[in-house]
């Protein structure tokens, strides 16, 4: 072990050497807050003497990419409507300059309006609600010490992907599979 950092989970995180051949983690974290369900990429430099002074930690992530879903939360947004994101998949491809990978992300997002004699009892019917989502694909470059995402992704606002224009009607209440 080279270092240890209490919090640190990298069971979900893929190596890449940077360009001056030290090893960056690029992980995915989930976490369950009382506005919704985040799911975020990020890029950690474990070695990194820096603190990130704002979280505390002993490490230094640069968030690239997330999702929020706030149905899983039974929390609708300022607009009345609630949200459903989650990254399906990750993928790493080898791009052709060294220490550069392509990394293409794969989530679903959707929005909806839920009708509130529904959703007062989301906390019962969490299980049952669903609304409908779309596929979007997202692609990133690590060039060897950070990343870049493409000019031709979906909208995204600061990392986050955007769900605008992905409204859909209210969901069916269906039986879990």
Same mark, same amino acid.
């Given at each position: 072990?080279?270092?240890?950092s209490p #919090?640190l989970? $990298?069971d979900d995180?893929?190596?890449?050497?940077?360009?001056?051949?030290?090893?960056?983690l690029?992980?995915e974290v989930?976490?369950?807050?009382s506005? &919704?369900?985040?799911?975020?990429?990020y890029?950690?430099d474990?070695g990194?003497p820096?603190k990130?002074?704002?979280? &505390?930690d002993?490490y230094?992530? $640069?968030y690239?990419?997330?999702v929020? #879903?706030t149905?899983a939360?039974?929390?609708?947004?300022?607009?009345?409507d609630?949200d459903?994101?989650k990254?399906?998949?990750?993928a790493?491809v080898p791009?052709?300059t060294?220490? $550069?990978?392509r990394i293409?992300?794969?989530?679903r997002? &959707?929005?909806?309006?839920i009708?509130?004699?529904?959703?007062?009892?989301?906390h019962v !019917?969490?299980?049952k609600?669903?609304?409908?989502?779309v596929?979007?694909?997202y692609?990133?470059l690590?060039d060897?010490r950070?990343?870049v995402?493409s000019? *031709?992704?979906?909208? *995204?606002r600061y990392e986050?992907?955007?769900g605008g &224009?992905l409204?859909v009607?209210p969901?069916a !209440?269906?039986?879990p599979?």
């Open positions: 072990m080279v270092r240890y #919090g989970n $990298a995180c893929k190596k890449l050497t940077g360009t001056d051949g030290r090893d960056l690029i992980c989930s976490e369950r807050h506005g &919704g369900l985040d799911w975020s990429l890029l950690m474990v990194n820096r990130q002074e704002d979280a &505390g002993s230094v992530r $640069a690239f990419f997330g929020t #879903g149905l939360a039974c929390f609708k947004l300022p607009d009345g609630v459903s994101g990254i399906e998949s990750v790493f791009a052709p060294r220490h $550069a990978v293409v992300v794969t989530a997002l &959707g929005k909806a309006a009708p509130d004699r529904i959703f007062e009892d989301c !019917l969490q299980d609600l669903r609304i409908a989502t596929r979007r694909r692609e990133f690590f060897g950070r990343v995402p000019r *031709t992704n979906p909208p *995204t986050a992907a955007i &224009g409204k009607p969901p !209440l269906r039986s599979d």
